[in-house]
C-alpha cells in the first residue's frame, strides 16, 4: 500500500521568496515519486520526477526536489517564487512495476504569491 | 501534436440521466486512466485499462462505467447510480515500456449535476 501526504492545503509566498511545498509518503517498496502542477480549470502537468538516480531532481520552470529515504520526504522547493507560480500542486507515488501508471496523489496544495 | 484530448470541457445534466465524457489520445500510449478530482481531496483513481478490450476497477468505480474499443479511445460514462456526480474528471495515459507510471493528462471535463 502506499500513500502521500502534503502538509498545508494553502501556502503563501511573497514574490521573490522561497517556496517549498511539503510532501511525505508511505510505501511498501521503492517509490517513482512525482510532483505535478494544475491550472484552474485545466489538466495536471509533469515538474519533475524521482526514479531512483539522483536523490536531487531538477525539473521545469526552476523548480527542483529532493528524495530523503531517511525521511520519507520528497519536498519542491524554488529558490524565488514568481507571479506565474500561483497554482495548486500536487505530490504523487507509484509503486512502479507492473502498477504502472496507478498512482496515489496527495491532497494538493494551493501557492498564492503576493506581488 | 501529440496529446490527449478530452470533450466536452463542461456539461450539464439533469438528476437521473446518464452522461458520457470522451477522451482520445495520439500518444500511442498502451494504458489510460480515469481520475475524479474534488476540491481538497486530490485525484481519485475511477477506472484504468492497460491493453485494448480490457479494463480494471479503481477506487471508486461505483457509477461509472467504461469501454475500451480502439487504442487511442477510453471514455467514460457516469451513470444515474453515481450519488455524486458533480467534479472535474481528467484522462490521462502512460506509457507502458518502463515502469515509472509517468502519467499525461487531458484538460479535464467538468460535470455540474443540476
Known amino acids: 500500500a502506499q500513500s502521500v501526504t502534503q502538509l498545508g492545503s494553502h501556502v503563501s509566498v511573497s514574490e521573490g521568496a522561497l517556496v517549498l511545498l511539503r510532501c511525505n509518503y508511505s510505501?511498501?517498496?521503492?517509490?517513482?515519486l512525482f510532483w505535478y502542477v494544475q491550472y484552474p480549470n485545466q489538466g495536471l502537468q509533469l515538474l519533475l520526477k524521482?526514479?531512483?538516480?539522483?536523490?536531487l531532481v531538477k525539473g521545469i520552470n526552476g523548480f527542483e526536489a529532493e528524495f530523503k529515504k531517511s525521511e520519507t520526504s520528497f519536498h519542491l522547493t524554488k529558490p524565488s517564487a514568481h507571479m506565474s507560480d500561483a497554482a495548486e500542486y500536487f505530490c504523487?507515488?507509484?509503486?512502479?512495476?507492473?502498477?504502472?501508471?496507478?498512482?496515489?496523489f496527495g491532497q494538493g496544495t494551493i501557492l498564492t504569491v503576493h506581488p | 501534436d501529440g496529446g490527449i484530448t478530452q470533450s466536452p470541457k463542461y456539461l450539464f445534466r439533469k438528476e437521473g440521466q446518464n452522461v458520457t465524457l470522451s477522451c482520445e489520445q495520439n500518444?500511442?500510449?498502451?494504458?489510460m486512466y480515469w481520475y475524479r478530482q474534488d476540491p481538497g481531496q486530490g485525484l481519485r483513481l475511477i477506472y484504468y485499462?492497460?491493453?485494448?478490450?480490457?479494463?480494471q476497477k479503481g477506487d471508486i468505480a461505483e457509477g461509472y462505467s467504461v469501454s475500451r474499443e480502439k487504442k487511442e479511445s477510453f471514455p467514460l460514462t457516469v451513470t444515474s447510480a453515481q450519488k455524486n456526480p458533480t467534479a472535474f474528471y481528467l484522462c490521462?495515459?502512460?506509457?507502458?515500456?518502463?515502469?515509472?507510471?509517468?502519467?499525461?493528462f487531458g484538460e479535464g471535463s467538468r460535470l455540474t449535476v443540476l
Open positions: 490521462a495515459s502512460s506509457w507502458s515500456g518502463g515502469p515509472t507510471g509517468e502519467l499525461f
Open positions: 510505501s511498501s517498496v521503492p517509490p517513482y
Open positions: 524521482y526514479t531512483s538516480a539522483a536523490t
Open positions: 504523487a507515488v507509484s509503486p512502479g512495476g507492473t502498477s504502472y501508471g496507478k498512482l496515489t
Open positions: 500518444l500511442n500510449h498502451d494504458a
Open positions: 485499462s492497460q491493453i485494448v478490450n480490457d479494463f
